[in-house]
């Protein structure tokens, strides 16, 4: 049977009408089918099936329009000289979703990414298919983080809310807790100071919902108390620690309280 490619008009058997270009007798390339119910699938073909249906502008996606990957991911939206752009729907074969605005093809201004289950995984701001700005992010453990992001890392003032019932409010860098920031945690101790690395690092106090220590002011490193602290218990003792352990202590005489102590 004899192939033909190029460009031409075909009937087929069922009524269907194509009229386009044809590589090996089917179509493949810019062409537009019009079926015998007036359905008209206008776009782009390949190998007879349609791949990117939608408004083209010298022969490329522009406009809205739909395009069928050979991977099975599928996008749905508004297109610019043959690009993503704009508001549109991508969805991948497994299931993930993205629904929000496009640049240049990728992810980039506003959007909300869902899990096949239809949970939402990250919710805010995008920069070239990065988390970056502002957003909401829900962790599969249960975890979830509100706050600044920069190159899908949390980075700069944010929120961390765990499955443990634990909280974090303050700052970050490169996914880490790092400057100054408040650590609740479920059994009701508060730390409040500096952080490094996702460890106490630096000056803070230390407030304990049970024991005999009140309040703990001092410097810590690495997570652990170093150096002179101010213990309150039912009076003010200097404590000095190494490595979280006490090498001695005094009690103090003093009118301080301890809110007046930094």
């Not at 093809?105 to 988390?131: C, N």
């Not at 499955?163 to 490169?174: L, P, S, T, V």
Request: aromatic letters at 14%; charged letters at 35%.
């Amino acid at each position: 049977m004899k192939t033909v490619s190029g460009k031409g008009t075909i009937t087929y058997d069922n009524g269907d009408v194509y009229d386009g270009e044809f590589q090996n007798s089917e179509p493949h390339g810019i062409g537009r089918m019009i079926y015998k119910d007036c359905r008209v699938c206008e776009g782009i073909w390949k190998d007879g099936e349609i791949e990117y249906e939608g408004k083209l502008v010298d022969g490329k996606p522009h406009g809205r329009g739909k395009k069928v990957y050979q991977s099975g991911n599928v996008y749905e939206g508004e297109w610019k000289n043959g690009l993503r752009h704009g508001k549109g729907t991508f969805k991948w074969i497994d299931g993930d979703l993205y629904e929000g605005e496009f640049k240049d093809s990728k992810m980039h201004g506003k959007g909300i990414k869902k899990r096949p289950d239809g949970s939402v995984e990250y919710d805010g701001e995008w920069k070239a298919d990065m988390w970056n700005g502002y957003g909401y992010h829900n962790f599969k453990n249960g975890d979830i983080y509100t706050g600044d992001w920069r190159a899908s890392k949390r980075h700069g003032k944010g929120v961390m809310n765990y499955a443990n019932q634990d909280i974090y409010d303050g700052e970050w860098k490169e996914d880490c807790k790092d400057g100054k920031g408040t650590m609740k945690y479920h059994n009701g101790d508060v730390f409040e100071g500096e952080f490094s690395s996702n460890e106490m690092h630096g000056k803070g106090t230390y407030e304990y919902a049970d024991g005999d220590i009140f309040k703990s002011f001092g410097e810590w490193k690495e997570g652990k108390k170093c150096g002179l602290f101010d213990d309150i218990i039912r009076a003010r003792k200097q404590v000095y620690y190494e490595n979280d352990e006490v090498k001695s202590d005094s009690i103090v005489k003093s009118e301080t309280t301890p809110d007046d102590v930094w």
